[in-house]
Every structure is written in C-alpha cells, then in structure tokens.
C-alpha cells in the first residue's frame, strides 16, 4: 500500500479509545489504534495526533462549574490520554514527543510549532496535548488549527461513528450519511459532527477533512492511502 499523503493530523476521539466500557482507556483498543499508526509511520508518513479528553472529562459534566475551570479540566484529561499513547508507541519502537499547550515540563515539552516541524524531520511521532489552552475551544478546533500550523496534507478525524450524517443516526434510523460534503455546507446547516470553528479553520486554509469510524477495520491506514472511507469535507 502507498500513502496519498506526506504529512497527517489524526485527531483522535477520546471516546473512541474508551472502548464498550465508555470511560476510561482500554489497552485493545489502544493497541488496534497504535497497529495503525505503526504501519503509517512505517510508510514514512509524518504523524502528528490530536486526542480528546472525553473519556475522564468533558466540559458539560461541570454543569455548576466555571466554564474555564471545566475546560481546562478537559485539557488535562487530553494529557493522560496523550501519555498513555506516547507510551504504547514507543513500547513498539516508535519515538514519540508529547507537546502542550498549557506549559508542564515535568510530563511533556511545550508546544512549539517549529519543534514540532524538526521532530517530523528525525522521524518522531508529536501528540499535540490541551487543546489551543484556551477554554471555549474544542479539540475539534485544535486539530483544525494544529493542522493549519504544521500544513497537514489532510485532517483525518476517527471517532466512534463511521461518517457524517444530516441527524444523528443512533437516534434516526433513516438519518441520510454523506461521503461527501463541502465546508460551507456544514457551516450553514449547522451538522455538529464538525465543529463550525474548525470547519471554518480548515475551509479558509483549504485543507481536507476525512472523518471516518475509527472501529472500522484498518481505517486509519485505509484512509492514509486515499481509500475511500467515511466523509470527505473540502471546499469543492
């Protein structure tokens, strides 16, 4: 199999990686993600991830919690999920640098983006961990800047749901899925499975978007190597 891009942003959802139990991490699913992520690398494909936080700690839970605090709550939930992948990967051989955007040199380096460059160069996979390190701002919305920054070739969004559809098809069995979709689409009508900032983001920096089910087998490489899988989301 051969790579269709050079350089990818996985934005991966915390969720996801919690496997049936719905909280927390479980090891067979990390390890199906990181099999991938192996294989990707082993093709010479530059990896930056992005990893939500909702399986210790989303925002809406803190219902009489101060927004910024229950945010930044999440922002650390996005650290431990970050340094567990860090750990599974390079227990396989693949070095690894944990980056932050909230500054905690004990655990991690800072983000900073022309580091995060000279690590693609020596071969090194970068987890980009809290976020922008701003409340108000989804992981979604950081893997949409984080790929703006580095250039990504494409933002590769695995989540717990195989596209995106018009309505949530859990609740609608009759909800209409979309291979294909532009960003000003998603904008205007308001599907939530993006969020419209980083839509936005991604849109005016015309860079594609595939948003896949991440238990779907072999996803993650399919979708490197220009399969056709899930959702596309550009500007044509």
């Given amino acids: 199999m051969q790579p269709k891009y050079k350089r990818v942003l996985i934005k991966l959802s915390g969720e996801a990686l919690a496997g049936p139990a719905g909280h927390g991490l479980d090891e067979e699913v990390i390890s199906r993600v990181v099999n991938q992520i192996v294989c990707v690398h082993d093709m010479g494909v530059q990896i930056a991830l992005v990893i939500g936080g909702g399986n210790f700690w989303r925002g809406r839970q803190g219902k009489k919690m101060d927004r910024t605090t229950a945010d930044h709550m999440g922002?650390?939930?996005t650290v431990m999920n970050s340094l567990a992948m860090m750990d599974a990967l390079e227990q396989r051989g693949i070095p690894t640098r944990v980056q932050t955007a909230?500054?905690?040199t004990s655990v991690a380096e800072p983000y900073i983006l022309r580091k995060a460059l000279s690590h693609f160069e020596k071969g090194r996979?970068?987890?980009?961990?809290c976020g922008t390190g701003n409340p108000y701002c989804s992981t979604d919305t950081a893997a949409a800047q984080r790929a703006c920054e580095i250039q990504a070739d494409v933002l590769m969004m695995a989540k717990n749901i195989d596209a995106?559809?018009?309505?949530?098809?859990k609740l609608n069995p009759n909800a209409k899925k979309y291979d294909h979709i532009n960003y000003m689409d998603?904008?205007?009508?308001?599907i939530k499975a993006m969020d419209t900032t980083a839509a936005t983001m991604c849109m005016e920096n015309n860079i594609p978007a595939i948003a896949f089910g991440l238990d779907e087998e072999n996803s993650i490489v399919r979708a490197v190597c220009g399969e056709k899988l899930g959702t596309l989301i550009d500007n044509n």
């Fill in 75 to 77: 922002m650390l939930a």
């Fill in 125 to 129: 996979v970068v987890i980009m961990a």
């Fill in 102 to 104: 909230l500054i905690m």
């Fill in 186 to 190: 998603i904008i205007k009508n308001g």
């Fill in 164 to 169: 995106i559809y018009d309505s949530d098809p």
